[in-house]
Nanobody, 127 residues
């Protein structure tokens, strides 16, 4: 059974930092694209950050560039999202997603490119 389990969410004040982790089990992710999406209340889910198998391709949505960093530890089958200088607009449920291939450079923020999803981790940023 494939599981993606996010951790590290929480509540912080604006300007603070959080680090999300996503541990995969039952599925080898080292040769697959991994991604973080988020969904704020009343809004559509959006792709936040994507990383290819060896980290040679990395994508960030414009609103998080310079503040968020995606990374992965293939030995631990885990992907991370370091979030700095958090803003209230970053408040959302954050989801980890795993693709079934390493072709994420073609359409990195397309949900259909990712087959497995975690349950989500809530991030709340107060002003």
């Amino acid at each position: 059974q494939v599981q993606l389990v996010e951790s590290g969410g929480g509540s912080v004040q604006a300007g603070g930092s959080l680090r999300l982790s996503c541990a995969a089990s039952g599925y080898t992710t080292r040769d697959k694209c991994m991604a973080w999406f988020r969904q704020a209340p009343g809004k559509e889910r959006e792709g936040v950050a994507v990383i290819s198998a060896l980290g040679r391709f990395i994508y960030y949505t414009d609103s998080v560039k310079g503040r968020f960093t995606i990374s992965r530890d293939s030995a631990k089958n885990t992907v991370y999202l370091q979030m700095n200088i958090l803003k209230p607009v970053d408040t959302a449920m954050y989801y980890c997603a795993a693709a079934t291939n390493n072709l994420c450079a073609q359409a990195p923020s397309e949900e259909a490119a990712y087959h497995y999803w975690g349950q989500g981790a809530q991030v709340t940023v107060s002003s």
